[in-house]
């Protein structure tokens, strides 16, 4: 219990890390995104959304794998103290993902024409140009991913988060600016393109001087890529079939919608995607950081600790990501209409009702939202358990399930949901955006579920479902009373938007040591993993003194032991 700890504190440390990286860049361009759909018309926001498609859906055939290859080696080195092999790893997986990424870049760029004629027909020769310059961004983040396994590896949190925000940086300034100045959607993509490009040039000189310089000191006799890149990609290349249906799958549904919905649709669907990544926040710092954790960890000789870190990374995942879930879902109208209303934010901050730019977008974002509730689950842990102890083929059977599910889904139900509109356009549109949401949903259940009782069955992992569910009753009460109060207040959107968050933040942190979601152990240990991080542990320290002092006594106990989350393995059922 003592090392499940000490790598709970760990791990909450890095996790905070990347967490000012995904959130402070999520910020960053959160403030760029709101510029761009306020400067740009509904369906100039919907082009540059359909341009980023082919790029992005390419990237996730870029890897095979070897990025998470690089963090596992890397991880794994360190821990046996083989810090000389470290060198070989870097050099091979760089290189790797640099031929890979020329290679995709130029393919990008070719097909440009005909992706762009199939998603919108109307507007093939201005879409296809844009297709091209992204088509840049998938050799710069390429070096940017490898150089992301290094840091992760590093566990140095600190230089991914740099990285990232600088990203941010180049991106919200130089998007807006090239707007005002007169490029318009042309001038939003070439800043998407510079950001990703700056991103990885510092992140590769950053891996250079800051971790690898130091390893040539001790590096002898030549770097072999060949024999090094062997292990990585027995090791990475099942990931490839995991990456494509976690990354590739979602821009395929938005594919299909795209041909369905048109430009102005989109521009709804993609502001509320822009929304849903706050989400994030959570969920890519968390499995991020437990990468490294679980990769240290041998199920064989230590399935106790094992099965500890699984059930506390679920359980304290879920205390975060399903309250700030379900706050998204019950503020969703009050928190678009707010940042764009038809007339200018000030409308939003004086005016009650004021006529909203994207009026289905809050549905949307809805809709989006709900895969994160999968968490209660252990879907967020299960991939980078797999991952972390090297079950990557499990996870690559997982994922063709998804895929196979998905693909048929991705057309039929977007053309389907098409088709109930009838003669009203609009309502077309709206319908085929919902199918593919619901169908994209549809696709993550059955690979997920097939992973949760083989991971349970041979390792004994699994969340602890009597406390999910209730986390998930603190934050349904929240959410019903945020919801019932905005619901009788006729005031301007941003006011709504303010009570309504005070009001699930209050009833959330009463409720959840209420139902017995946190306990004074819980919260013990959530003061020591966050001990680490100085002036903000003094921060945290407020809401889990007051949640302490309403749980009840008998759950005085400040650590819980192994046997408490995972009752006997003879007595239970997957």
């Known amino acids: ?119 919108s027909p109307q507007n093939a020769s201005e879409l296809s140009l844009y297709i091209g310059i992204m088509s840049i961004s998938v050799f710069a983040g390429a070096i940017a991913a490898a150089a992301g396994g290094v840091f992760v590896g590093y566990e140095r949190m600190k230089l991914n988060s740099f ?34 490009l700056a991103g990885g040039v510092i992140a590769i000189v950053l891996v250079y001087y800051a971790l690898f310089r130091p390893l040539r000191k001790c590096k002898t006799g030549k770097c072999d890529i060949k024999q090094t890149l062997r292990p990585m990609l027995r090791y990475g290349l099942p990931l490839t079939a995991s990456t494509i249906a976690a990354g590739v799958l979602p821009q395929v ?25 706050l989400l994030t926040f959570v969920s890519i710092p968390t499995a991020t950081a437990l990468f490294p954790v679980f990769a240290k960890l041998d199920p064989q000789k ?29 503020l969703a109208v009050p928190l678009v209409h707010t940042l764009f209303p038809m007339d200018g934010i000030f409308q939003s901050l004086f005016v009650a009702g ?37 079950e990557t ?47 994209s949903l549809i696709a993550s259940m059955p690979g997920m579920i097939w992973g949760l009782v083989w991971s349970w069955r041979k390792y004994h992992v699994r969340a602890d479902f009597g406390v999910s569910g209730k986390i998930f009753a603190a934050s349904f009460c929240a959410s019903l009373g945020s919801f019932v109060l905005i619901s009788f207040l006729s005031l301007p959107y941003a006011i709504v938007l303010v009570v309504g968050f005070l009001v699930f933040v209050g009833v959330y942190l009463v409720a959840a040591p209420v139902f017995g979601a946190v306990n004074r152990g819980d919260i013990e240990n959530f003061r020591t993993m966050f001990a680490g991080l100085g002036i903000v542990s003094k921060f945290l320290n407020v809401p889990l003194l007051f949640m302490h002092k309403i749980c009840r006594r008998g759950t005085i106990e400040p650590q819980v032991s192994a046997e408490t989350m995972s009752p006997p393995i003879d007595s239970q059922k997957p």
């Open 1 to 119: 219990m003592a090392k499940a700890l000490e790598m709970g504190k760990t791990s909450a440390t890095g996790s905070f890390h990347l967490l000012l990286g995904v959130a402070g860049s999520t910020i960053i361009m959160a403030i760029g995104t709101i510029a761009l759909g306020m400067l740009l018309p509904a369906e100039g926001v919907g082009l540059y959304g359909m341009a980023l498609i082919p790029a992005t859906m390419i990237n996730f055939f870029r890897d095979w794998g070897v990025n998470s290859a690089i963090t596992k080696q890397i991880a794994s080195l360190r821990g046996a103290n083989k810090d000389a092999e470290i060198h070989d790893v870097i050099v091979s997986g760089i290189v790797f993902e640099v031929l890979s990424g020329v290679a995709l870049s130029l393919i990008c760029f070719a097909i440009a024409w005909p992706l762009a004629y199939i998603i």
């Open 163 to 196: 990285t990232q925000i600088s990203q941010a940086i180049i991106k919200t300034v130089l998007g807006p600016l090239l707007i005002v100045i007169g490029a318009g959607v042309l001038g939003a993509v070439v800043a998407t393109m510079v950001s990703v």
């Open 253 to 277: 549904f938005s594919f299909v919608m795209a041909i369905y919905a048109g430009t102005w649709m989109m521009g709804n669907y993609f502001t509320a995607a822009n929304f849903a990544v």
């Open 302 to 330: 230590e399935p106790e600790t094992l099965k500890t870190v699984f059930a506390f990374s679920v359980k304290y995942t879920a205390l975060l990501l399903v309250p700030a879930t379900m706050a998204l879902i019950t």
């Open 354 to 390: 004021a006529e909203p730019k994207f009026p289905f977008a809050p549905l949307f974002l809805a809709l989006s939202a709900v895969v994160n509730l999968f968490v209660l689950f252990g879907n967020v842990s299960l991939g980078t358990f797999l991952i972390g102890i090297g």
């Open 393 to 439: 083929k499990q996870l690559m059977k997982q994922s063709a399930v998804s895929l196979a599910v998905g693909l048929p889904l991705a057309y039929f139900l977007v053309s389907y949901a098409f088709s109930l509109g009838g003669a009203n356009t609009q309502l077309s549109a709206a319908y085929a955006v919902m199918g593919g949401l619901v169908g």
